[in-house]
């Protein structure tokens, strides 16, 4: 088995703030992703990656950067935070399309 | 363009009764259908899916089958427990070998003892 670990668990940033999410897979999986979680909303694709060194944006891309350093890790960040983006933040891994993905606990982001 | 519609919001059930989650999708070919579920504090975890017409999927009670005259891939169980409760998902893998994978807006199942 493997692990997805994401940090930190609960961010908090001020508004206008340019605040980086980091994720971690163990599960030597080609394919990560971001989602963010909103009450009501469901999960929204923000980016994923379909092996290192690439990056596709998702539906939901305005506002937020991704970066795929090696492998196992893929970072999210918020170019510049807003009251009304306060959820949670997802981070996910697959080792190819079509398959399970596998979620990491998440990111929870509250910007005061 | 792709998308995946849940019509249900909250499902509130008794123990023993029957389930019926129903997702509908929108996308040309034949896309990948999934279906996770969400217990609180955790992320999403896979419980089955279906890539062909007619592909039933399965796992823990749970099953759904996929149609794509209806363009559907509703989620069924016999005979639900409380520990069932929880939040259900549909989802979409989409493009080229449905790397990008769309979910739906989440279907929260109560169940009553």
């Known amino acids: 088995g493997g692990i997805i670990t994401q940090t930190p668990k609960f961010l908090i940033g001020q508004e206008g703030q340019k605040l980086t999410l980091k994720c971690q897979q163990n599960?030597?999986?080609?394919?990560m992703y971001w989602y963010r979680q909103d009450s009501g909303k469901g999960l929204r694709l923000i980016y994923y990656?379909?092996?290192?060194?690439?990056?596709q944006k998702g539906d939901l891309s305005e506002g937020y950067d991704a970066s795929r350093e090696k492998k196992s890790s893929f970072s999210l960040t918020v170019t510049s935070a807003q009251k009304n983006e306060m959820a949670v933040f997802l981070c996910?891994?697959?080792?190819?399309?079509?398959?399970?993905?596998?979620f990491g606990k998440g990111t929870r982001l509250t910007v005061v | 363009g792709d998308s995946v519609t849940q019509t249900e919001g909250q499902v509130a059930l008794s123990e023993e009764d029957f389930l019926t989650i129903h997702c509908n999708y929108s996308?040309?070919?034949?896309?990948?259908l999934f279906w996770y579920v969400q217990y609180p504090g955790e992320g999403p975890q896979f419980l089955f899916r279906?890539?062909?017409?007619?592909e039933k999927g399965s796992s823990r009670g749970f099953e759904a089958t996929y149609d794509k005259g209806t363009t559907s891939f509703h989620l069924r169980k016999a005979s639900v427990q409380e520990s069932d409760s929880a939040v259900y998902y549909c989802?979409?893998?989409?493009?080229?070998?449905?790397?990008?994978?769309?979910f739906g807006k989440g279907t929260h199942l109560h169940v009553l003892p």
């Open positions: 996910a891994s697959s080792m190819k399309g079509g398959t399970e993905v596998f």
């Open positions: 599960f030597n999986h080609d394919t």
């Open positions: 990656s379909i092996t290192e060194n690439d990056l």
């Open positions: 996308a040309s070919g034949y896309p990948a």
């Open positions: 279906a890539s062909r017409d007619k």
């Open positions: 989802a979409l893998g989409v493009d080229t070998n449905a790397y990008k994978v769309i």
